[in-house]
C-alpha cells in the first residue's frame, strides 16, 4: 500500500507561480513512476508531468517550460513547480504513484485568476 498527501494548491493571480507537493508513504520501494495530473470542471483528467523511479521526465505540451517535476527521495516527496500560471491551468491536482497497482492523493485545488 502506498499513501499519498498533496500539498500547496491555491489561489494566485495569472503569471504567479505554485509549488505544489506530494508525500509519500507506505510501500514506497515498489512506485515505478509518479506523475501530477489534473482534472478541470467538465474535463477529462490529463496527466500534467511525470518522474520516473530512473529520474526521467515528460510533460504535456502545454506546460513545457512552465513546469518542473523534481523529487526529494529522502523524504518521499515528489514536486510541480509550475511558474507563469494561466487561468487554464485551473483545476484539481492529483498525484498517482504507479506500481503494479495504481494510487491517488485526495487532490488540490489551483485557481489562476486574470
Known amino acids: 500500500q502506498v499513501q499519498l498527501v498533496e500539498s500547496g494548491g491555491g489561489l494566485v493571480q495569472a503569471g504567479g507561480s505554485l509549488r505544489l507537493s506530494c508525500a509519500a508513504s507506505?510501500?514506497?520501494?515498489?512506485?515505478?513512476?509518479i506523475g501530477w495530473y489534473r482534472q478541470a470542471p467538465g474535463k477529462q483528467r490529463e496527466l500534467v508531468a511525470a518522474?520516473?523511479?530512473?529520474?526521467?521526465?515528460n510533460y504535456v505540451d502545454s506546460v513545457k517550460g512552465r513546469f518542473t517535476i523534481s523529487r526529494d527521495n529522502a523524504k518521499n516527496t515528489v514536486y510541480l513547480q509550475m511558474n507563469s500560471l494561466k487561468p487554464e491551468d485551473t483545476a484539481v491536482y492529483y498525484c498517482?504513484?504507479?506500481?503494479?497497482?495504481?494510487?491517488w492523493g485526495q487532490g488540490t485545488q489551483v485557481t489562476v485568476s486574470s
Open positions: 498517482n504513484a504507479k506500481s503494479i497497482y495504481d494510487y
Open positions: 507506505g510501500s514506497t520501494f515498489s512506485i515505478n513512476a
Open positions: 518522474i520516473s523511479s530512473g529520474g526521467s521526465t
